[in-house]
């Protein structure tokens, strides 16, 4: 080992680092005894040195790739440049992180007028030596010398068609000869000089020229998408050239060691015989399925098995292999862990559990819980004649096909008709509910990823696009426009709720599965989290989906999407425009029966887990007609003479709307302020949960509600409202109380909650983060603005690293939470804690609520498997309190 | 000493929680020498003993009573009951607050049918002996017996209307003597027992009745509404009865060291010859002005002088003293602290500062901030004639009459014809700005402590009562409604901006003024407070008013304000409505030179002192018109028929106006936010403010700029921008940036930007706590929703202590303050810090802001003389780090 370089025998995988993946592979694998071709590393430092030089070799790099060239020439028996043996090298980049085809590398190097005479001899092949001569010059004609690739293939093509050959193989050896000489003279035209015949010269400039690769273009774009850092550099490999192209004795091929499309347990993939790797990739000859490769060169495809096994066994991760044979003689060039389909990754990482390879703790953290989301919702079949027609917020993950439809009402008809249907509309509203219910999907052109269609959609797991702005929608013509295309009202469209995407006509869509190994994956991940995994629903069918997926408990009942639907929301909207306390009561006592319904279906489908019930929390306007639409209605009504009468009414109600207008409601009458103002609405919705636990207990249902007052942020809100509870409990329950044992809780979303959470959790057995609302207010975001008008801008420039309400804000809203959880358990040793914003269901804050000790996270029902194995990674990082074996079923 | 009582000649002032302020003072005077009735005190221990044993004398109580009243008789020479030398006491209340009036008191006890007769012996006169007897009769029945008053006097009335009597004194002893009679009837009557003979039960029933008396339904009112504790009880003093009703050389007075309402060095007072305090409290005749007792009564009146000089030289304040004379002899019953206006305030602790009996640190002490916001401002001189017809926000403080105008415009006709007006609107907008400026104040039926009307009025100094909603607008009539009332148009009216109080008709003004003591007082606590006074301004004329009354600084200067009025607000609407950015460019190229000459002008009366320039805050949609109004007009057009490129216009507009709204503006796109998106906006202002430096510096003016970023929640946000400061200063300033030292800074007003404060002050100079949007967040409350909708209610309830836009919230919002000055000094020890929300001008924020550590305290100019004794107040509650001595002039 030199100070810039080592040898493939002086490394390994640990040294990744210093000699790149591709580099400390080739290590591992020269020390495994695999068949490796000889060669060595300049190691990524020398890259950074070269770099801080001002783009100069660092002193005594080239003495030292001199010495360790000659050790090679000592192993291979050839001289590097020499006219009899001539040793041949490649000269690839291999950086850290893998960046594929990003940078530049060089074969066949070595090559001159005199070595091609010496190749020639050696393989008594003069077209092979004289191909291999050409295809040199080019590839160090482009990457060193910067002259473009087009203008050496032209040179080839006319000399092809000249000489009739079509394929490369049919170009004899006066033909490369003559193209090689047209080759030096386009070198010296355009350089000014002589293409280099020394060697070394040859590779001084190469390795030069790898290293300035780092910082092309294709690759600067790549590390700022991908986060890798600039200043990592690459190394460079330098390895002896075996050749896949000396014959059908010989070939090239890539292996995985396992399917990575289905992950089932047999070799995978394709080889050439006759060929280098370069011709695998142009698609100019159909490459052959592996298994094809018993029968053409049975040994080499034996010895493979036994490779691709070995290293499996050895690296624990199926591997994608590159390989060539020279005339019988197999060569692994590289060894990477391979990638794959959700559902490969899923039964892979079961199957190498089974195999004893992997404990259940390597298996979990193996899997990407982003391929779960894939897995447990329908998916796209990709196909390459899609259109896409336009992206808009990938709202609710799922994909869905089914004919337009512009409004809600036709919406059921055609579903009662048996269509399938997309509803697409400006934007949804409760009134819609309905049509959304009724649809495969929804496709939005207005509204945020918490616009009131992509919040029901995902309680529904139905996928929804929205917000997608270049989707006009035409209600007279009765067809959308997007961008230049037309599509009516009844044509096939389809949607990708994962990606944003908005796709013309019928797509191929892949149902989910929940397979035995995804089934078996879960309960390892069970064992192993420590944070319980509750769900977000709304309904008693939401209940049980949620139940089915796994989940422990309700995290979040949203009492006011119990009102969304059609006739309800006509009576809850007469409650809410109420002129009197005891008008308000009547209509309260219509609703009553309705929530107390909803409660006993949730509280049977949870039978025995918590039901976490949110009292009724937004503005009350919310579900209250547009004032602009009121108006117009007004002006119509009066335009065709309407009754007096009938125009005091719409008067009254416009009064009563305006009054309801705040200018920002989302930091207005809501929440527990609501409960405060008017009593009446959360003593129903009490009685409602206490009555239905009641029935519930009388059907022998196990009922454990806990009752959660929103936007708390002053402890004598919850102290009052916590006093009411019991007393409404005591009032209904009656004796049956001692069986319920319920709980009182609160939400911490307004940042004040959180610095006051100990006086909060005198009157709390639990906090529920609101993440999204303590969100909003920490950062002084409202979503729906921010999200249009600067927050994407914010996060393309750089301002924010991320957008706070996909990924939990650690360092600012993360404070808060932090201070609330210690505060909160000093005061309440007991006091239960988790989170039940949309946070709740994404990995790096579901790793951040275990890292901060949360006691549960809630998620959307479909997400509730992805939310079971990041909290069992989440574990897993944190040093994992709690070890186990891997559960077998 | 007993366990229960105290003499008067035991106890002294410090002892005021066990015997009450009016006990502890008795006691005091005692101790001086004073001639003050002997007597005892029955302590608030015995009244909350008589409590928590269920209304009963503690156990020992009534012996020590008696022994005490025996000491009483030896230093009297009289017998208690007897018929020859009777001793009479009074039975009075004295709490530890003062309560005034809402207690009980019983005068004349130890009056019976024997004893009378000997009372009548003992004066010579028997009318005055029958009287007293009655008037206890009267009160003992009152206070005891719980009968009317009302059914004694009837009995009185009968009586001298029978007798042709028609003041008391005129009623004979026969005459009496019949009243007495009827007396007895209705105490055996009503109680079914006779009136008490026994004088020891009259004494002991009175001592209970007076201690119950600590709940009858007023004293508990007072006691909630001054936050007195219910626990801490009354005591009762007992003290031998002098009379001032024994002929002319007797009487009873009032006095006050020094004159109450205008603060002079004189003794002001009043007294009656031959008469009872409550003869003075009755007003049946006039009371004679102290100087005339020089007259009647020489002697008395030297001894007067020179009790209430002693008393003042040892209370080291104006002292309010309740005397009597009984046949030449004074004998002082009460001495307290005396109530004063702000004016004799500020003179009274001046001169006993000047005096020597106060130091500058007790003198400042002494004054209410609140007073000097009376002073100040003009206020109402108050008027029994004065109707009070509504009561709205106290939104700007100060007073004003006018005649009623219904639009800006006629406001400003109006007063270019000489007439003083008042703007009575629903609300207003940027657009009436100049008839707020023409106009002696505003009068808004809607809107909220921060809506336009309040905002600008504060800004201006000027009063303004807002959220009036009794007040009805009628443009039709030109009138406008409060409750029954019409004021029409032109008609006269008055407002109270320190109460909320509307007045119809013309009150008298009185216009404030800054008197010599003041001057003295203020510079006075100048040398005190450690803590800087800045102020709030937004033009010259602003900065120059903040600068006359103190300020040391311009706190916050309001770009955005400088674009309210009329024609610039129409060049800014273009800017803002621009569709691209070379057309904003243009725009924003009109706007720049009204800008630079804005700063000029505040840099010029600022010369050599800070001036905090805040870059443009508010929503864009702030200053556009409203779109309900817009599609009004648009059908208006329409409907007459427009010409189609008119309606085309007008749909831009709407369409842009539509694009703008934001469902919560107060979280949308604003501040640094509008900056980052729109970098034009800001680049203008910056120039604008170095090219008014340049030009300022041209003329010898010294100008310290602090550009202050708002909004910031994110290091990145202020990162950025603290470069294009510095790249704008550069190539603006030339040559002159070393004489321009400015500094750059950012709001804490989101609470993010407080837990993050460490990372912020990386790139800030200074922090200004914007406490109004940081109150907002930190509670999740719009103030403008909130206070109409529940905050009052909140208080009302006491769910919340108090308004925390009104006061600052110490236990949430603070904790957020005292995080970021924590984070930020410690990453920036020199970091500057202040507040500059309307918390900066209120006292208790003041205090607070002192103790967490800040540099600063910006409010408006009008209230910087209040800041600056606040400040010294903060100075000298904490330990005060700057001992100094009276500053004079």
Known sequence: MGNWIVHFHEGDRTMKTLLGGKGANLAEMTKLGLPIPPGFTVTTEACRSFYEGGMRMPDGLFDEIVAALAHLEERKGMKFGHAERPLLVSVR??????????????????????????????????????????????MYGNVVLGIPTNDFEKIVKKEKEMRGAEKDQDVTHEAWTAVIEQYKRLVLERTGAAFPQDVREQLEQAVK?????????RAKVYRKAYGIPDDQGTAVNVQAMVFGNLGEGSGTGVLFSRNPSTGEQALYGEYLLNAQGEDVVAGVRTPKRIEELAGDLPDVHERLRDVANRLERHYKDMQDIEFTVEQGELYVLQTRNGKRTAQAAVKIAVDLMNEG????????????????????????????????????????????????????????QWRADGRRVILVTQETTPEDIHGVIASEGVLTSRGGMTSHAAVVARGMGKPCVCGCES??????????????????????ISIDGATGRVILGKADIREPEMTEELAELLRTADGIRTMKIYANADNPHDAAIARHFGAEGIGLCRTEHMFMSGSRLAVFRDMILAECSTERQAHLDTILPMQQ???????????????????????????????????????????????????????????????????????????????????????????????????????????????????????????????????????????????????????????????????????AEFFSFGTNDLTQMTFGYSRDDAEGKFLNKYIDQGILPENPFETLDESGVGQLIEMAVLKGKSTRPTLKAGVCGEHGGERRSILYCHRVGLDYVSCSPFRVPYARIAAAQAALLTGGEKRVEPVHA
């Open 597 to 763: 319904s909803d409660f006993e279906g949730i509280f049977e489908a949870m039978d025995g887990l918590p039901v976490t019930v949110r009292l009724l929390d937004p503005p009350l306007h919310e579900f209250l007609p547009d004032l602009e639409q009121l108006l117009g209605e007004r002006r119509q009504l009066s335009a065709n003479g309407a009754a007096e009468s009938a125009l005091a009414t719409m008067d009254r109600l416009i009064v009563k709307v305006r009054a309801m207008c705040e200018s920002n409601p989302m930091l207005g009458l809501r929440g527990c302020r609501l409960g405060l103002m008017f009593p009446e609405i959360y003593d129903m919705q009490l009685s409602a949960i206490f009555l239905a636990a009641k029935a519930c207990l009388q059907r022998g249902i196990r009922v454990k509600p806990e009752i959660m007052i929103p936007l708390v942020g002053h402890p004598n809100e919850l102290k009052g409202m916590a006093e009411r509870i019991d007393s409404i409990a005591e009032r209904t329950l009656g004796e049956d109380r001692a069986l319920c044992r319920y709980k009182k809780g609160t939400m911490i979303e307004v940042p004040r909650a959180a610095l006051v959470a100990g006086d909060i959790a005198v009157h």
């Open 471 to 492: 989707v006009t929608v035409d209600l007279e013509a009765r067809a959308i426009r997007i961008g230049a295309v037309v599509v009516r009202e009844g044509e096939w």
């Open 209 to 217: 020229a790898v290293f300035a690769s780092w910082n092309n273009a």
């Open 357 to 412: 390879l992997l404990s259940g703790e390597e298996a979990v953290q193996r899997i990407e819980p982003m391929h779960l989301d894939r897995l447990l919702h329908p998916s796209i079949r990709e196909s390459s004649d899609m259109v896409v027609a336009a992206t808009g917020l990938p709202a609710s993950p799922g994909a869905a096909t089914g004919v337009v439809v512009l409004d809600a009402d036709r919406s059921v």
């Open 93 to 138: 980049s291999g950086s850290v992180t893998s960046m594929p085809g990003m940078m530049d590398t060089i074969l066949n190097l070595g090559l001159n007028d005199e070595s091609v005479q010496g190749l020639a001899r050696q393989t008594g092949n003069a077209a092979f030596a004289s191909d291999s001569y050409r295809r040199f010059i080019q």
